[in-house]
């Protein structure tokens, strides 16, 4: 997709971080843009700094754990712009689970895969439906992680699970579209190649009464990226970042190539994907990666 003009863009999770990022992106290529969200603070933020911009949107509440949101948001956009060119399945948290695997609260599994594992398969429902019956060239592009797709980082143990899933789910979607003919292009977007400077450390915000818990706040002490460099720096790691507007324009540059992998890597990460790799070919013992690569 070489032109994003007038073409129209949904994206969960899109009121702050790489989803906000990629709505600005986008329309300041001229695309129209529809963001679904459940934070209603970043979403009156988002509407009036997209509007200060001269962007065509509309920004609706959408609750991705919902497959009747989810389609109430492509019924939006529709009504809102026509056809639905790209979708962006983004709404992601982190649980901020610490300690041992086996004292992890049920509800923090619950939300956790709720969010990231349901919110990727209410949005294929929802959407894909849409864009293959319309047999044009369009874009499903699913929010993952390195962490769970890639490599295994053990200090987060749901958010990992819910990433692997994500990625089986993304490359068996675009297994199918392929196998259908389809002009419909799956993409993997990846966020990186550091730590994303979002609000993914302060998922607690958003998280629902039903699966609140006694203790309020994330377990690991983290609630943002400054939270993550100051721990980093205390066993000596000098914690590298990414702003999510260079995620944004990683992205849009790899579709404009019809990319599958949305994917900046360092030559530190790239070694850890070796090295995974060599470990499973050779039946090594796993040993976990350090974080900040």
């Known amino acids: 997709m070489k032109d994003f003009k007038d073409k129209v863009a949904v994206i969960t999770g ?7 990022s ?7 290529r001229g695309a129209r843009i529809v963001i679904g969200d459940v934070d209603r603070e970043a979403m009156e933020a988002v509407s009036r700094d997209l509007e200060a911009e001269g962007i065509e949107a509309r920004v609706a509440h959408c609750d991705v754990t919902a497959l009747a949101s989810l389609q109430a948001l492509a019924d ?3 009504e809102a712009f026509g056809a639905i060119d790209l979708v962006f399945a983004n709404a992601g948290i982190g649980a901020g689970e610490s300690g041992a695997m086996w004292d992890y609260s049920e509800k923090d599994w619950q ?4 969010v990231n594992v349901w ?6 429902r929802a959407f894909m439906p849409r864009l293959v019956a319309r047999n044009q060239p369009a874009h499903f592009v699913i929010t993952g992680s390195g962490n769970g797709a890639m490599v295994i980082y053990p200090d987060a143990p749901i958010y990992t699970a819910t990433k692997a899933a994500v990625h089986a789910i993304t490359e068996n979607l675009h297994f199918q579209v392929q196998a259908a003919q389809s002009p419909v292009k799956v993409s993997a977007l990846f966020p990186g190649p550091h730590v994303v400077e979002t609000g993914l450390f302060n998922s607690g915000r958003v998280r629902p009464e039903a699966l609140k818990k006694e203790i309020e706040g994330n377990e690991s002490g983290i609630t943002s990226v400054d939270d993550m460099k100051r721990m980093a720096a205390e066993y000596g790691i000098e914690l590298k970042t990414t702003h ?3 995620v944004a324009e990683m992205a849009v540059k790899g579709l404009e190539q019809d990319a599958f992998w949305l994917l900046a890597t360092t030559p ?5 994907i070796r090295d995974r790799a060599e470990m499973i070919l050779s039946r090594k013992t ?3 990666p350090m974080v900040g690569g």
């Open 268 to 272: 530190e990460t790239e070694q850890k």
């Open 22 to 28: 990629l709505a600005f992106a986008l329309g300041c």
């Open 14 to 20: 899109g009121a702050s971080g790489v989803g906000r």
């Open 119 to 124: 919110g990727v398969i209410n949005s294929i």
């Open 244 to 246: 999510p507007d260079e």
């Open 286 to 288: 796993p040993e976990p």
């Open 111 to 114: 939300w956790c895969m709720n």
């Open 76 to 78: 939006t956009a529709e």
